[in-house]
């Protein structure tokens, strides 16, 4: 599925000549070698306002430019597009009470406040879980993938809370981890297949999957050296302990696409449906993107984040809007009140895994799309 294309960005509010200032952020940043590459989506009320791919796949000289077909590794994006989007799913089939406790799935994550953190706490990040630990390095090698996945739950469900549940809210991908042995428990069924029959074969994201096939590596932006598998990556996660977890896990290992990743976004626009598919209910999309009540300074809603004062969305986009981000250089972010997306999937791991200017860039880069509009929205004050 495609959404439509205009012929100018006029046709969808946007001036055409400030659209190019925020190309220009994204040129500058190759330049100043923040990322090699990358690819840019901006829709609009249901119209593929700018499609444009700029720099090259790993910034070397005489290495292939990138396309608009160029797949990327999207990192924790995988978070939002798989394990959120299918916890609604499961929540519209009754399947996954949001008050459900971890427990009731995993009675070995017991003892204390763990008894009472529930599965909304791991979609709002606020579970008290410790938000990273390398269990990845003890991972034996004769293991299977499903001994891996298992070993890995048993690990974090016998960690102690970092924190007392819903007190603050703290990223973690062990909460999502967690999450994701929930969903799987639900529903009787593995993560990779639910995504492709609930999500990317309904919205024809052909293009998106769990560890790609050799057949697509040269259409595939690498990631940088491997300290731990010691090599460049490309085609295989970044992320180590997804890695460790046969390249499929709840919080990374997906690759996509930036055409792929805006019909899932306009998916998500048009609240959970595109044309006749309805893959959410739309008020379980308003349900889950809201953001949660209760939690001190938290910016989380169910799954999904939504805009703070230091936001990577920059400053105009709405209070109603939702977005995430992925460590390896991708974003995806939905204004709702503008019925408007943006989709930016860069390698900034490729060639170091130490820059520290990609936030800049990417609040710089929303601003000046927002800026683009003929009618410039105001500033967002929280």
Known sequence: MELKKVDSPEQAGFSEARLRNALDVLFDAVESRVFPGGVVVVGRAGNLVMEHSFGTLDGGDGTPGVTVDTIYDVASLTKVVVTTTLAMVLYD???LPLDAKVHDYFPEFSGGDKENVAVADLLSHSSGILWWKDFYR??????????????????????????????????SDLGTIVLGGILERAAGRRLDEMARDRIFDPLGMSDTCFNPPTSLKQRI?????????????????????????????????????????????????NDGALDDRRVVERSTVELFTRRVDGIPESSRALGWDTPSRESTAGRYFSSCSYGHLGFTGTSLWVDPIRDLFVVLLTNRMSPSRDQKTMNGVRASFHDAVMEALVEVPPLRTA
């Not at 996945?149 to 990223?171: G, H, N």
């Not at 460049?232 to 180590?240: Q, R, S």
């Open 221 to 269: 932006a690498p990631t940088g050296w491997s300290p731990w598998r010691d090599r460049v990556l490309v085609g295989e996660v970044n992320d180590d302990a997804a890695a460790a977890m046969g390249g499929m896990a709840p919080h990374a290992g997906l690759f996509s696409t930036g055409r792929d990743l805006s019909v899932f976004a306009q998916m998500m626009l």
């Open 93 to 95: 089939k009754g399947h």
């Open 138 to 171: 003890s991972v034996k090698a004769e293991w299977s993938i499903a001994e891996v996945q298992e070993w890995y739950l048993e690990q974090i469900c016998r960690l102690p809370l970092d924190y007392r549940p819903r007190t603050k809210s703290v990223y």
